[in-house]
């Protein structure tokens, strides 16, 4: 695992990259909130950003690198102005097309659509922002933004 701390500039950032394979997902989760108290986030909000992104990373060993140890997942913090951006990218063995509709929530627990899936639910109702968008080079990038101040 390598890991960038950039704090000279006036938007600091780090840099994480990890082999795809399960338990990398928790060294991220740990560095990215310890960034996240660093810049002042409360307590609460620091549990809400390491689940996300706990789930973003799974995620992206799962299904973007379809387990293939010798891919990298590639984790992008950055404090701009009033947000924390954290950039979850994979190498897109399967590339998210945003073409399959998930079914809600009630659907899935009462057993009427498969429960795969709830953890795109799970995310976005613990951070401000998240979803696909579109990467620079090469396969899936998924956005995680946490507010300082909530809207």
């Given at each position: 695992?390598?890991?960038?701390?950039?704090?000279?500039?006036?938007?600091?950032?780090?840099?994480?990259?990890?082999?795809?394979?399960?338990?990398?997902?928790?060294?991220?989760?740990d560095?990215?909130?310890?960034?996240?108290?660093?810049?002042?986030?409360?307590?609460?909000?620091?549990?809400?950003?390491?689940?996300?992104?706990?789930?973003?990373c799974?995620?992206?060993?799962?299904?973007?690198?379809?387990?293939?140890?010798?891919?990298?997942?590639?984790?992008?913090?950055?404090?701009?102005?009033?947000?924390?951006?954290?950039?979850?990218?994979?190498?897109?063995?399967?590339?998210?097309?945003?073409?399959?509709?998930?079914?809600?929530?009630?659907?899935?627990?009462?057993g009427?659509?498969?429960?795969?899936?709830?953890?795109?639910?799970?995310?976005?109702?613990?951070?401000?922002?998240?979803?696909?968008?579109?990467?620079?080079?090469?396969?899936?990038?998924?956005?995680?933004?946490?507010?300082?101040?909530?809207?």
């Open positions: 695992m390598t890991t960038t701390l950039q704090i000279a500039t006036s938007y600091p950032f780090i840099e994480l990259s990890f082999p795809s394979e399960l338990g990398y997902e928790k060294i991220a989760r560095a990215v909130a310890a960034f996240a108290r660093r810049l002042g986030c409360d307590r609460e909000r620091v549990e809400d950003l390491k689940t996300a992104l706990g789930e973003a799974i995620n992206a060993i799962e299904h973007g690198n379809a387990r293939a140890p010798g891919l990298r997942v590639d984790i992008r913090c950055t404090c701009a102005d009033d947000r924390l951006t954290v950039d979850v990218c994979d190498s897109g063995m399967k590339l998210y097309t945003g073409d399959s509709p998930t079914a809600g929530i009630d659907l899935k627990l009462r009427l659509a498969p429960r795969r899936g709830m953890g795109l639910m799970m995310i976005a109702q613990l951070v401000d922002e998240a979803g696909f968008t579109q990467s620079d080079d090469r396969g899936n990038r998924f956005r995680l933004v946490l507010y300082f101040h909530r809207p």
